[in-house]
């Protein structure tokens, strides 16, 4: 039996394997387009979803396009009394908070997924896989409160009047302990990504061949140095793990609206209050009057849409070159 | 599949005849209105739609968007009437399709929240120490500019941490435009609106928001409606009025407010009544409004407009206070009256002229 003649037409399908005999065959042939175009269907669906909202915020922030261009990345007043609108602010608090976040999260969720991959026995990994979900699935808000009503109080009166006594030379730690700022965001946010660093090194550890780690041992390598091999091996896949938690780090909103402060003034100090692209949406959508307003703010949006697509993009390719191509893993990222 | 499509048509024409059935009628019972806008005023209003439904069957749909949202709608025409805390300035009066019309229907003030542990009587803070506080001025609780308000009051050296709003709001708008009118510079470098570009201080997000900052931090101040510091008990600061007395912020002090100001609404309704010169009016007052299209399509709807807000600014006052909301005063409900008689359908009045 040769498997050209199972298909339907030719070049419309992967081939498969052929398991059903004559008749089925025949009634299989007959619901396979509609099964297809309904398949199609749901595909293209999720196409349009996106094409949809492109096209829609590329035309609510047209006037914004117009009227402010290139300057709206680059201009630091954000003035809604004079109409003057310049989104660096909130530019510049999405990528520090977030870098920071990335700062914190990953050393700590490598070092976890080494553990889990490599030494872990099988129950204590099972336990803590479980509490990393349980991490993921802890709406934002929460963590938001959590921030807000915890973290706060103790970095008001511990950690930040600290790290202005000791650290206070450098501008990064300069200002009045208030608890609310670039800091607390970024805390917050390490702890939100971290069970995404997590599950996906773990499966790319987990996918590099066993024979990397037996060759090593096989030639003398410690238990460290082993790992070193794996991790190496992995490298690119963890990028994109990396990355992709960079991706809802930079997207996250409630939480941070929460612990930031909102101040559209940047400044040098991790201690100072701040903004990020996807708060200020939150903060003054409802209460935009004015149509360049609101057509800044929805360009705001196409800026976060733009950099969350080439974000994503970047974590695809990593995570591409990583496995070469290996669909098993890809799917896991 | 062409079926599936088929009846979710059929479906989704048999639900839009279906409101627009309950949506004829004349003004009279049945008729349904939809409104948007504001939330500072929605507990009132939700109050208000329902016994006004009680009472005379029309039903009015509320969603309380925020003012931004009420306004955008109102434009778009996809509601019958906004609401807004703030009025429509001149240039977005002339963005508006039609000619819109101004009903103030309740106010409201704006208080001070602190955290000064260990003060035992009342913050009073002076005209100038208010604007130094929110411009970064004066970064200390023991400064002069603040001690000379609270004379014989020991106040900590503690560095002040001001609190504002960082969604835009109508209490942003009331505030900064308080903070515009006593104070030149501020009214050059920052300006009055829903939301500003501050100098100084942190945000937090809604009354709850800025009151919770408040409440954790030592040395912070933060404005918040008076409904809601009342509500939550929140130590408020009295302000140094236009007067020159230190006036606590009350339903009476703001309604005193609205009322030293009603020469001037008559004028011009959307004017703003912060810094009242009556000595026993509280400084930073503002009125919400209902923004209603001057010539309506529907003269059925249009009378139940009318006939709606008249009720609300009578009748529907006795509702106001124990939700902390400040009634207007008669000469007020006299303003709102004559423009009552401007909404008009074809060109006449839906009113009967009283």
Redesign the interface.
């Known amino acids: 039996m040769s498997r050209s003649a199972t298909r339907a037409a030719p070049g419309t399908g992967p081939p498969g394997p052929v398991v059903a005999g004559p008749l089925a065959r025949r009634r299989g042939l007959a619901l396979d387009p509609i099964y297809k175009a309904l398949l199609q269907a749901a595909a293209a669906t999720v196409f349009l979803v996106v094409a949809l909202i492109v096209f829609e915020v590329a035309r609510g922030s047209w006037l914004s396009i117009k009227t402010i261009g290139w300057s709206f990345l680059v201009q630091s007043q954000w003035d809604p009394v004079a109409d003057h609108y310049g989104a660096l602010p909130y530019v510049y608090g999405t990528l520090v908070s977030s870098l920071l976040a990335l700062v914190l999260a990953v050393p700590l969720g490598i070092g976890s997924a080494v553990f889990l991959a490599e030494l872990a026995s099988h129950r204590v990994g099972s336990i803590v896989s479980f509490v990393m979900e349980l991490l993921a699935a802890i709406p934002s808000i929460v963590y938001g409160i959590w921030g807000f009503f915890v973290l706060a109080p103790w970095l008001r009166s511990t950690l930040e009047p600290w790290l202005i006594a000791n650290w206070g030379a450098i501008p990064l730690f300069r200002g009045t302990p208030f608890g609310i700022g670039m800091l607390n965001a970024g805390i917050v946010l390490a702890i939100m990504i971290l069970p995404t660093i997590v599950s996906i090194s773990r499966e790319v550890l987990l996918a590099t061949p066993r024979t990397l780690r037996e060759a090593s041992l096989a030639l003398g390598a410690t238990r460290a140095e082993a790992i070193g091999v794996t991790l190496d091996a992995a490298k690119p896949g963890i990028l994109g793990a990396v990355i992709l938690a960079l991706g809802r780090a930079l997207g996250e909103t409630m939480a941070v609206t929460m612990v930031i402060g909102n101040s559209n003034r940047i400044s040098a100090s991790l201690l100072s209050p701040a903004a990020t692209m996807s708060s200020v949406i939150a903060n003054e959508f409802a209460e935009a009057t004015g149509d360049l307003y609101l057509s800044a703010l929805i360009q705001i949006a196409l800026v976060l849409f733009a950099v969350t697509i080439v974000v994503n993009a970047l974590a695809r390719a990593l995570v591409y070159l990583t496995t070469g191509g290996r669909r098993d893993v890809g799917a896991a990222a | 599949m062409h079926r599936y499509v088929r009846f979710l048509v059929t479906a989704v024409l048999l639900v839009g005849a279906a409101g627009g059935c309950s949506k004829g009628g004349g003004g009279g019972a049945g008729t349904t209105l939809t409104a948007a806008g504001a939330t500072f005023p929605y507990p009132l209003y939700s109050k208000w739609f329902d016994a006004y439904k009680q009472k005379s069957g029309v039903q009015i749909n509320y969603q309380s968007?925020?003012?931004?949202?009420g306004?955008?709608q109102l434009k778009a025409g996809t509601v019958d009437f906004g609401a807004s805390d703030?009025p429509?300035s001149d240039d977005?009066l002339r963005?508006m399709p039609h000619p819109v019309l101004h009903f103030p229907t309740v106010g409201g003030a704006v208080v001070l929240a602190y955290n000064l542990p260990g003060l035992k009587q009342p913050l009073q803070l002076t005209i100038d120490a208010l604007v130094a506080i929110y411009s970064g001025k004066v970064t200390k609780w023991n400064d002069a500019r603040i001690a000379a308000g609270n004379v014989g009051v020991a106040l900590p050296d503690l560095?002040i941490?001001p609190v504002h709003r960082?969604?835009?709001?109508?209490t942003t708008n009331i505030f900064t435009t308080y903070l515009s009118a006593i104070s030149q510079t501020w009214r050059d470098s920052?300006?009055?609106?829903?939301?500003?570009?501050?100098p100084n201080?942190?945000?937090?997000?809604g009354n709850d928001?800025v009151a919770?900052?408040v409440r954790?931090?030592p040395g912070s101040i933060g404005y918040v409606e008076l409904a809601y510091a009342r509500q939550n008990n929140l130590p408020v600061a009295h302000l140094q009025n236009a007067a020159g007395a230190y006036v606590e912020p009350t339903l009476a002090s703001t309604t005193a407010a609205i009322q030293a100001s009603a020469a001037a609404l008559a004028q011009d309704v959307r004017t703003p009544i912060v810094n009242a010169k009556a000595p026993d009016a509280y400084p930073i007052a503002g009125l919400t409004f209902l923004l209603v299209d001057a010539d309506q399509q529907d003269a059925g709807k249009a009378k139940a407009i009318a006939q709606f807000i008249q009720w609300a600014i009578t009748d529907g006052q006795a509702m106001a206070e124990p939700l902390f909301y400040a009634k207007l005063p008669p000469e007020v409900v006299r303003v709102d009256q004559a423009a009552l008689s401007k909404i008009t359908s074809g060109g006449k009045p839906v009113l009967a002229s009283r």
């Open positions: 968007i925020g003012s931004g949202g306004i955008q703030a429509l977005k963005e560095a941490l960082s969604d835009g709001s109508g920052v300006g009055a609106n829903t939301s500003v570009s501050w201080g942190i945000g937090g997000k928001g919770g900052q954790q931090t």
